[in-house]
């Protein structure tokens, strides 16, 4: 089992004008401690159960950004952009940047937003659930197309490029990583089945297997090799959480499949601690 960071929540004892190098130590002590994978969140407010709405949520690319300079080896990317925020070929190139500036080590997560409340509150536009899932089909299909070989025109039914000209090239050929992320038995893992090199899942519970059977008839009905898709989970980690714990809660996984966890915490406030109880679990589990 390979263990990611997924940084989820900036509320710490450093205080927010000095996020910036708590930030970039945290990145590089996950690193040094063997941490493979490193995500953030793609909101501008904080999720309700990890923390206050108004406490410290960093933008999403900007903070990639920050984190391929201050990291050498890990994987990185959104869990997961909010398909709503961007439009397809801003985020395509964005991706693409950072993909050539970490040296091939940038992807995309990528699913159908959810939250409503920001959305409002800061004036996206929050079109209903099926208008969502349109556009995260053919947002998925532009970026696609503009990592190909192809320049040709899309012309999609919510959007339509003249020109799908992508320079520089993303090094990650023949795509960077595609993480699709949800649960969703109809739509979302359909998505996954179709399109997507993983999938990501709650295992905060019982392990999702019902999830990877649905997971499973969608790429049979596409004629998916349901192998070529990584299967990866999240967890939650809190102040009470031990290694021990930590490995315990992802023991049932493996056996089904899964390949990675990422590990958010939720009212730590020392993120070395959180390095510390991944890379303890990575340990037990290895």
Same mark, same amino acid.
């Given at each position: 089992?390979?263990?990611?960071?997924?940084?989820?929540?900036?509320?710490?004892?450093?205080?927010? %004008?000095?996020?910036?190098?708590?930030?970039?130590?945290?990145? %590089?002590?996950?690193?040094?401690?063997?941490?493979?994978?490193?995500?953030?969140?793609?909101?501008?407010?904080?999720?309700?159960?990890?923390?206050?709405?108004?406490?410290?949520?960093?933008?999403?690319?900007?903070?990639?950004?920050?984190?391929?300079?201050?990291?050498?080896?890990?994987?990185?990317?959104?869990?997961?952009?909010?398909?709503?925020?961007?439009?397809?070929?801003?985020?395509?190139?964005?991706?693409?940047?950072?993909?050539?500036?970490?040296?091939?080590?940038?992807?995309?997560?990528?699913?159908?937003?959810?939250?409503?409340?920001?959305?409002?509150?800061?004036?996206?536009?929050?079109?209903?659930?099926?208008?969502?899932? +349109?556009?995260?089909?053919?947002?998925?299909?532009?970026?696609?197309?503009?990592?190909?070989?192809?320049?040709?025109?899309?012309?999609?039914?919510?959007?339509?490029?003249? +020109?799908?000209?992508?320079?520089?090239?993303?090094?990650?050929?023949?795509?960077?990583?595609?993480?699709?992320?949800?649960?969703?038995?109809?739509?979302?893992? +359909?998505?996954?089945?179709?399109?997507?090199?993983?999938?990501?899942?709650?295992?905060?519970?019982?392990?999702?297997?019902?999830?990877?059977?649905?997971?499973?008839?969608?790429?049979?009905?596409?004629?998916?090799?349901?192998?070529?898709?990584?299967?990866?989970?999240?967890?939650?980690?809190?102040?009470?959480?031990?290694?021990?714990?930590?490995?315990?809660?992802?023991?049932?996984?493996?056996?089904?499949?899964?390949?990675?966890?990422?590990?958010?915490?939720?009212?730590?406030?020392?993120?070395? +601690?959180?390095?510390?109880?991944?890379?303890?679990?990575?340990?037990?589990?290895?």
């Amino acid at each position: 089992m390979e263990f990611g960071l997924h940084i989820a929540d900036f509320t710490w004892r450093t205080g927010a %004008r000095q996020l910036g190098p708590a930030l970039a130590a945290h990145v %590089r002590n996950a690193e040094a401690a063997g941490i493979q994978r490193i995500t953030v969140m793609d909101h501008f407010w904080q999720l309700p159960g990890i923390g206050p709405v108004d406490h410290e949520m960093l933008e999403a690319y900007a903070t990639l950004g920050f984190i391929v300079a201050h990291t050498e080896k890990a994987l990185l990317h959104t869990l997961v952009t909010g398909v709503i925020y961007r439009e397809p070929a801003l985020l395509a190139k964005q991706v693409t940047t950072l993909d050539v500036l970490s040296g091939g080590r940038v992807g995309l997560g990528i699913g159908a937003a959810w939250n409503e409340q920001e959305t409002q509150g800061l004036g996206f536009a929050f079109p209903p659930v099926a208008e969502r899932f +349109r556009q995260l089909e053919e947002t998925i299909q532009i970026c696609l197309q503009m990592w190909s070989e192809s320049e040709e025109p899309y012309d999609g039914a919510i959007w339509q490029l003249e +020109r799908t000209l992508n320079s520089p090239q993303s090094l990650t050929r023949p795509h960077p990583y595609l993480m699709i992320g949800g649960g969703g038995e109809k739509k979302t893992l +359909r998505l996954v089945a179709q399109y997507a090199d993983a999938c990501n899942l709650s295992a905060m519970g019982a392990p999702p297997a019902h999830k990877l059977d649905v997971l499973r008839g969608h790429c049979d009905a596409v004629g998916r090799d349901y192998s070529e898709i990584e299967k990866t989970a999240m967890i939650a980690v809190n102040p009470d959480s031990t290694s021990e714990s930590v490995a315990q809660a992802v023991a049932g996984l493996s056996p089904l499949g899964f390949t990675a966890t990422y590990v958010f915490s939720v009212g730590i406030d020392e993120p070395e +601690r959180v390095v510390e109880l991944i890379a303890g679990a990575a340990a037990l589990s290895s």
